[in-house]
């Protein structure tokens, strides 16, 4: 019987009978005292650890100004983040939300607009099987999650869905109502599945030759999380639109959807929201890229990702797993038998926080800043765990 009194919650996932009550870099503490390393980070969300101290500077001190004066008055903080990210990405122009889901809304919006503009009217955008954008209506529909076609029915028309990594497919479902394709750089919820090398540029290529739009959803990959700043900027390719959340806030809710200029066509009603922009949450993200674009950030993100793949690839090398797939410091090992479940469990018993994403498929996503150290004592209580369930199995 839990102990934890969670009646008055919603169930919308199951929690173990604990509650976490502070974190600090990779680590977490429970309501007993005890504490965990985390290689979760909220789902990649604390991009500098858990209650970085830019992160509480950035919120204490604009706490202290100004928090919200509403969206129909500019701020100081909304403004310089808007135009750095103009500078980082090579985007004209920025619109902010709280979520990764609303980013992609306002995403699909601006692809639908710019279709009744300047496509006939085409409203179609191109996804992936598999993909991940989020949880509003709108991004189920758009979303290739297995078993979300029929949980909220009616779908919301307009997603067509493709295999990822396989550009024929995509030129094949090209048609007049094509507006854009939209893609995750990696699959990130999918079990951080890599597509083969010019994926996202052949696509550029295919979107220019098509005259649709391009869309990169890189609420889980940008921000430093594979190594370079965007994920697809190792390709050199340029979007027209362009989607970041979860490390933009570091643990703050906040997102971002930029746009080429020639995709800007939103007419004054067409986009808003209560919290869009605030200045607690721009903040925020100002000083989460003061420590991102510092000298030597991407390169220990690169140097550090390699430990964790080597970690990964000595431990699937010796039980013999099929796959280590990733970048940066977006890992997956793929088992080859459906026992992720439990090893993410008995990881937990032993202080490890990690994630399963597939019934066969550990995800690791830890802070920005993970050191060796804790790389290597991750290992460590992932081989543990590994060999206890498999010896049971
Ligand atoms: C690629 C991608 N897009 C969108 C989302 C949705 O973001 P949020 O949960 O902040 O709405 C996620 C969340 O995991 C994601 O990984």
């Not at 992609?104 to 279709?115: D, I, Q, S």
Request: charged share 20%.
């Amino acid at each position: 019987m839990n102990t934890i009194d969670d009646n008055h919650l919603m169930k919308v996932t199951p929690r173990p009978d604990l509650v976490m009550v502070r974190g600090c870099g990779s680590h977490l503490w429970d309501n007993n005292g005890r504490q965990y390393l985390d290689f979760v980070q909220g789902w990649a969300v604390n991009a500098l650890g858990h209650s970085s101290p830019e992160v509480r500077d950035a919120i204490a001190g604009q706490a202290e100004l100004l928090v919200t004066p509403s969206p129909a008055f500019h701020n100081a903080p909304q403004l310089k983040l808007a135009a750095r990210l103009s500078e980082l990405t090579g985007l004209d122009q920025a619109h902010f939300s709280s979520t990764g889901a609303e980013a992609n809304e306002v995403a699909a919006k601006l692809a639908r607009k710019w279709g009744q503009l300047h496509r006939n009217g085409a409203y179609e955008i191109i996804t992936t099987h598999d993909s991940f954008h989020g949880r509003t209506l709108a991004m189920m529909a758009a979303s290739g999650k297995p078993g979300w076609d029929n949980l909220f029915p009616p779908m919301l028309a307009g997603f067509r869905k493709v295999r990822f990594g396989d550009v024929s497919s995509v030129a094949k479902a090209i048609s007049a109502q094509t507006v854009a394709i939209m893609v995750e750089p990696i699959q990130g919820e999918a079990g951080v599945v890599v597509p083969p090398p010019g994926y996202l540029s052949a696509l550029r290529q295919l979107a220019d030759d098509s005259g649709v739009l391009i869309i990169f959803d890189e609420i889980q990959t940008g921000i430093a999380r594979t190594g370079t700043l965007f994920a697809h900027q190792a390709e050199r390719v340029l979007p027209d639109i362009l989607t970041l959340g979860k490390g933009l806030g570091a643990g703050f809710p906040i997102s971002a959807t930029l746009a080429k200029s020639t995709a800007c066509c939103f007419d004054y009603g067409d986009q808003g929201g209560t919290f869009n922009g605030n200045p607690l949450a721009t903040s925020v993200a100002n000083s989460v890229l003061d420590v991102v674009c510092s000298a030597d950030f991407l390169a220990n993100v690169t140097c550090v990702g390699q430990r964790l793949e080597q970690g990964l690839t000595e431990i699937a090398v010796r039980m013999n797993f099929k796959q280590v797939r990733g970048k940066g410091l977006l890992w997956a090992v793929d088992l080859g038998s459906e026992v992720a479940f439990a090893v993410r469990d008995a990881c937990f018993q032993h202080g490890l926080i990690v994630n399963a994403a597939r019934p066969a498929i550990l995800r690791f996503m830890p802070s920005l800043r993970v050191t060796t150290a804790e790389v290597d004592e991750a290992m460590d209580i992932l081989d543990a765990s590994l060999s206890s369930v498999l010896a049971a199995a």
